[in-house]
């Protein structure tokens, strides 16, 4: 079968000279332009997230398929998985004695702080400021 493949792949695009009040306004600034506007554009091994594969020349696309790579299905499961931790926190804080319903109890449990640092990361959560890489 001869196909025709669609590649969703993670690039760096450079944007220079971007004038801004933030680092963050400048982040935002940058994601709204077009690629073409990027003064450079990096393969860099990106990686790779979906493919949509066509048959060359078929006119309907009924056999077409999208395949989602690992990295695509784990950035949909995420807000699920967000979600599901936030409501896992609630649910134990309310399993607790009155008297133990306090952060510093939910602190001592190793499985809540690992979920409280998955959930500052998820979302941006770092005394307002962008999470460094």
Same mark, same amino acid.
């Given at each position: 079968?001869?196909? &025709? %493949?669609? @590649?969703?792949?993670? $690039? ?7 004038? !801004? !009040? *933030?680092?963050?306004? =400048? ?7 077009? #690629?073409?506007?990027? #003064?450079?554009?990096? &393969? ?5 997230? +979906?493919? $949509?594969?066509?048959?060359?020349? !078929?006119? *309907?696309?009924?056999? *077409? ?5 690992? +990295?695509?299905? @784990?950035?949909? =499961?995420?807000? /699920?998985? $967000? ?18 319903? *306090? ?7 190793? =499985? %809540?702080? /690992? =979920?409280?640092?998955?959930? !500052?990361? +998820? ?7 962008? $999470?460094?890489?």
């Amino acid at each position: 079968m001869r196909c &025709d %493949v669609h @590649l969703y792949r993670e $690039l760096r695009l450079l944007f220079e000279g971007i004038e !801004a !009040a *933030s680092a963050e306004e =400048a982040a935002d600034i940058a994601r709204r332009r077009s #690629h073409e506007e990027a #003064h450079f554009i990096d &393969d860099c091994h990106g990686e790779d997230f +979906a493919a $949509l594969v066509d048959v060359t020349g !078929a006119d *309907s696309y009924e056999q *077409s398929r999208f395949i989602a790579f690992e +990295a695509e299905r @784990l950035r949909q =499961a995420a807000p /699920k998985l $967000l979600e599901a931790v936030q409501e896992c926190i609630r649910q134990i804080h309310a399993l607790l004695p009155p008297y133990q319903q *306090s952060d510093s109890t939910l602190d001592n449990l190793p =499985a %809540v702080l /690992k =979920a409280r640092a998955a959930i !500052a990361i +998820a979302t941006a959560i770092d005394g307002g400021k962008a $999470l460094h890489l």
